[in-house]
């Protein structure tokens, strides 16, 4: 079966009635691989002199195997990419046999757009264009991955603001409010050390934006929980770059919520020791450079909901980012006198893959209850991570900017 690219149909782009197709031969080939991948090696489909004295005198496809073409309709053609499979029903009708030409047909029966969810109805047919299979795949067609800012938009943006000379470290970088961050940075100057954990190819991808703008960016991967790797990693970057004079504390492992009682301590810890002591980590590591330097510029990610009611579940990341909250404060008033200035920049409701797992209606009625009537896109944070950042703040100490377009207000 050739390759194909796979659609990305949204929920907004499907309509009741819309159908997709593709034509596939089953071989001998393709049985003896599914008895391969399943373990079922039963001799209706493997064994010729077995099947030859059974009602369907011949070897015949595993069931099955037949319908998993429907997996194909929807993962590569209708929705795609954005789909995953609720549950599903289906009817063996007659048999497919060896090099049996198949039509595999999806039809859109009905869609949810609110919950985000399609049934299709499925019928696979012979070259003698009889229904050999039919089935009922119910399905969620999930948000598509947020497209990040660019650096030919952040090209276009003039805050008057120089960070030349500047070596800037951002954890969790590779995606979202820390991608828009560290080239935003980079677009104003600096030098930008890209930090992830497992995005890999994100970061990457970050830093091949930033150096197609001819501007000076490094990914380098360590897990902000471990000490031994953030060490590792603060000294690649002092000795690519000799110093850090800002650190962005972005890094956190989700945003999942989840109701307390199903709440073991582990899942606190797994957000504790991403967010704070993660923080403690980084910040550990670069103060004997900023201190060296007798300047430095520490900004801590939180949560606007540590000054507002969150919604539901969410305790273990609000007790985290409340947690790096007092730890700011507690570090601001310690290190100010030696010119390292701590701030915390706290987020509303912004558009992210972290958040993916919120359905577009709630992210919708929360926009509404925003007096600007949108969320926040990383590019707003990061505008304000800069600003804190700059010249401009050298008096602003151990301050909390909320970035939530006024839905909390102190």
């Not at 650096?151 to 805050?159: F, L, R, T, W």
Request: aromatic letters at 8%; hydrophobic letters at 40%; charged letters at 20%.
């Amino acid at each position: 079966m050739r390759q194909i690219t796979c659609k990305k149909y949204t929920i907004d782009d499907i309509f009741v009635g819309q159908t997709a197709s593709f034509n596939v031969k089953v071989s001998e080939r393709t049985v003896d691989s599914f008895s391969r991948l399943t373990g079922d090696y039963s001799p209706l489909h493997t064994d010729a002199e077995f099947a030859r004295k059974t009602q369907f005198r011949q070897k015949i496809a595993h069931g099955l195997l037949v319908y998993s073409y429907a997996s194909t309709i929807v993962g590569m053609y209708l929705p795609g990419e954005n789909a995953a499979i609720l549950n599903h029903s289906a009817r063996y009708l007659k048999p497919v046999r060896m090099n049996d030409k198949l039509t595999i047909k999806g039809t859109v029966a009905s869609k949810e757009p609110l919950l985000g969810k399609i049934v299709l109805n499925i019928t696979i047919t012979n070259q003698r264009n009889e229904t050999v299979t039919d089935g009922i795949i119910s399905i969620i067609v999930n948000s598509p991955p947020k497209k990040g800012i660019v650096m030919s938009d952040i090209a276009k943006m003039n805050y008057g603001i120089n960070f030349n000379g500047k070596v800037v470290l951002v954890t969790g970088a590779s995606r979202g409010i820390g991608a828009a961050t560290a080239k935003l940075f980079a677009s104003h100057g600096a030098a930008v050390v890209v930090n992830y954990n497992l995005g890999k190819k994100d970061a990457l991808g970050v830093v091949s934006d930033i150096a197609g703008s001819r501007k000076k960016a490094v990914a380098i991967k360590a897990s902000v929980s471990q000490a031994s790797e953030v060490a590792a990693m603060i000294k690649k970057v002092i000795s690519s770059y000799g110093k850090i004079d800002i650190l962005v504390n972005n890094a956190m492992s989700d945003a999942l919520p989840v109701p307390f009682e199903k709440i073991e301590w582990d899942d606190m810890q797994r957000d504790i020791d991403v967010a704070l002591k993660g923080a403690f980590n980084t910040t550990k590591a670069v103060l004997p450079v900023m201190l060296k330097n007798g300047y430095g510029k520490i900004i801590n990610v939180t949560t606007v909901y540590s000054n507002s009611a969150p919604p539901p579940g969410f305790a273990k990341y609000v007790t985290a980012k409340t947690a790096l909250l007092g730890f700011t404060r507690a570090l601001a008033v310690e290190y100010a006198p030696k010119n390292i200035f701590f701030n915390v920049v706290s987020p509303g409701l912004t558009e992210t893959d972290l958040g993916a797992h919120i359905p577009d209606w709630l992210k919708s009625k929360m926009a509404a209850d925003v007096p600007q009537k949108r969320n926040a896109q990383p590019i707003d944070i990061a505008k304000t991570i800069l600003v804190m950042a700059s010249h401009y703040t050298d008096y602003v100490i151990g301050n909390q900017m909320l970035v939530c377009g006024g839905s909390v207000m102190i």
